[in-house]
């Protein structure tokens, strides 16, 4: 298969670092930190997409801001998504101009055409095809029976198909949806994670999907097969649940990056109501804490009072607001979002949370829940000044043993100290 060969590539990015002492305090990367303290580089490494020709771009200032199959046909959409901070068209319409986007200085990866910056694979593959190797009619859903027989599976099939006309050279990334998440086995759902794309993310909107709170759905990943209560389904912890299930079904650990997946409107017509900015918002930092290395919105509606393609131009002021300040603090935190993990410096939390060593620093990253609340961290060593809320003009103090705590809204909240200034361990 296309992609199996491409992973021995990706596979050299995913090493460990250990920092344990400080020969030359000038080099910030040697600064001593506490023997439990590793270092991890992130999932597919800082410079995955330089390894790809067409690709995105590699430097460690870009994180993809996906915008979800809308349409580039002249000049009167583009300008606003692009200032709202949307790096990449995924899956444009198929009248769209790839050129007009270039031109704006954004992305495409496509399934179609020329001049994109890689290839789209195929959506939702594993739930309309479904995870077998039986014959492809070569029609895709709407268009007739899909896999011979019919009743069939198909879906891998379909995947090596696309892949064989396709240039491997080129950056490749594909969507997947319930199967891979719920109804197959671990077994399935790894060969569509692994054999097909070199980026992958999975949809679950939890907020919007009418049966996703079921036994057979959101059941089988939250609750052990059993229904989830709405109040434990609705919410945007499980967004990053959702990451999780993708990157742990990622074999070998770390070799390739995930992306996210959250909605802005009504995905499905009986949406039992809009997802809301700040539930968008707190669904892309869940993700993003849990290791997302990407984020695509899905702008269509198809329920509700207004019934669009474009569901942040027609519907929501609120929410391309929203939208334009997350992916702007996405641009803001890129090269810390693409530092390596320090696997070990939080010991404890109250809340999820990432912690990334960049540019000399130590940098933890907290996504609270919606109402807020007291964010309680105890560190591996004890910060000797005080520590920088980033963007929120205020530090706070460690106390001797390492420990944090902090009263803050709901909502990402960035903790930033020298690692020069963590060198001790706790009660030294």
């Known amino acids: 298969m296309v992609h199996r060969t491409r992973q021995a590539v990706v596979v050299a990015a995913v090493v460990t670092l250990v920092v344990t002492s400080c020969a030359e305090p000038e080099h910030p990367r040697s600064a001593a930190l ?60 198929p009248d769209s101009d790839p ?18 910056n890689g290839r789209f694979t195929a959506d939702e593959v594993d739930m309309w095809a479904g995870p077998g190797e039986a014959a492809w009619t070569g029609r895709f859903p709407g268009d007739g029976d ?35 998440l719920f109804w197959g086995t671990d077994e399935q759902s790894r060969r569509f994670v692994n054999d097909y794309q070199d980026v992958v993310s999975a949809d ?46 990622v074999d070998p ?15 499905f017509e009986n949406s039992p109501s809009s997802i809301t900015p700040r539930d968008m918002q707190d669904a892309v930092w869940s993700s993003i804490v849990h290791g997302a290395r990407g984020v695509v919105f899905f702008n269509h509606s198809f329920g509700g009072d207004c019934r669009s ?51 000399g620093d130590l940098y933890v990253l907290a996504a609270t829940p919606r109402d807020g609340g007291r964010v309680s961290l105890e560190l591996a060593c004890a910060p000797r000044s005080p520590i920088e809320v980033v963007g929120e003009s205020r530090t706070v103090v460690a106390g001797p043993d390492g420990e944090l705590e902090d009263d803050v809204p709901g909502g990402l909240h960035v903790y930033r100290t020298s690692a020069r200034e963590c060198v001790s361990e706790p009660g030294h």
Not at 34 to 50: C, H, I, K, Q
Not at 146 to 169: F, I, Q, R
Request: charged letters at 20%; glycine letters at 10%; a negative charge.
């Open 146 to 180: 899909v896999c011979e027989p019919v009743t069939a599976k198909c879906g891998y099939t379909v995947l090596d198909t696309l892949a064989s006309t396709a240039d491997e050279n080129a950056l490749t990334y594909g969507n997947f949806g319930k199967s891979v």
């Open 204 to 249: 679950a909107y939890w907020f919007t999907d009418p049966n996703i709170c079921g036994a057979t759905e959101g059941g089988v990943l939250l609750a052990g097969g059993t229904a989830v209560p709405e109040a434990s389904c609705r919410r945007a912890e499980n967004y990053g649940a959702t990451v999780d299930r993708v990157r742990g079904l």
């Open 34 to 93: 506490p023997d439990s303290v590793t270092l991890r580089e992130v999932d597919g490494g800082a410079d995955f997409y330089g390894r790809f020709s067409p690709s995105l771009p590699a430097g460690a200032d870009f994180f993809p801001v996906g915008l979800w199959a809308s349409s580039v046909v002249d000049d009167t959409r583009w300008p606003i998504y692009r200032a709202s901070g949307i790096t990449t068209y995924v899956e444009p319409t």
């Open 309 to 359: 393609q474009h569901v942040l131009l027609d519907c929501d002021p609120a929410m391309l607001e929203a939208v334009a300040t997350t992916a702007g603090r996405l641009r803001d935190l890129a090269p810390v979002l693409a530092a390596p993990v320090a696997d070990g410096l939080v010991v404890a939390s109250s809340v999820d949370v990432t912690a990334r060593y960049s540019g």
């Open 99 to 116: 050129t007009l986007v270039a031109d704006a200085g954004m992305t495409v990866l496509s399934s179609w055409g020329d001049g994109t």
């Open 253 to 267: 650990p770390g070799s390739k990056p995930v992306w996210a997946f959250v909605e802005v409107g009504r995905p």
